[in-house]
């Protein structure tokens, strides 16, 4: 059984900062990509940042220049530093990750969500 567990979202100003953290724990054998999502009530989830297990980062336009994903791959952990937030940023956030599973003699891998955790930036 594999979990992602999220914190650190919360009311913040127009301008202000926060930082998710993600943390993957469980029969892993390895994780690939890590990525942050989000979704507004009635719209598609969206990508925000994604980041390979060598350190590539991708990034939404909407994003670019104030966010930064990082993670630690000895603590399988995944950070979303949130700068310069917008009102447009409000969303639910969502943690993502593509875990290798070792069963029996296979690799196998699996994508995992978080539960999400709500960002909210107010003007």
């Known amino acids: 059984q594999v979990q992602l567990v999220e914190s650190g979202g919360g009311l913040v100003q127009v301008g202000g900062s926060l930082r998710l953290s993600c943390a993957a724990s469980?029969?892993?054998?390895?994780?690939?990509?890590m990525a942050w999502y989000r979704q507004d009530p009635g719209k598609q989830r969206e990508l925000v940042a994604s980041?390979?297990?060598?350190?590539?980062?991708n990034y939404a336009d909407s994003v670019k220049g104030r966010f930064t994903i990082s993670r630690d791959n000895a603590k399988n952990t995944v950070v979303l530093q949130m700068n310069s937030l917008k009102p447009e940023d409000t969303a639910v956030y969502y943690c993502?990750?593509?875990?290798?599973?070792?069963?029996?003699?296979?690799?196998?891998?699996?994508?995992?969500w978080g539960q999400g955790t709500q960002v909210t930036v107010s003007s």
């Open positions: 469980g029969r892993i054998f390895s994780i690939n990509d």
């Open positions: 980041i390979t297990s060598i350190g590539t980062t």
């Open positions: 993502y990750a593509d875990i290798l599973i070792k069963t029996n003699s296979a690799l196998r891998s699996y994508g995992y």
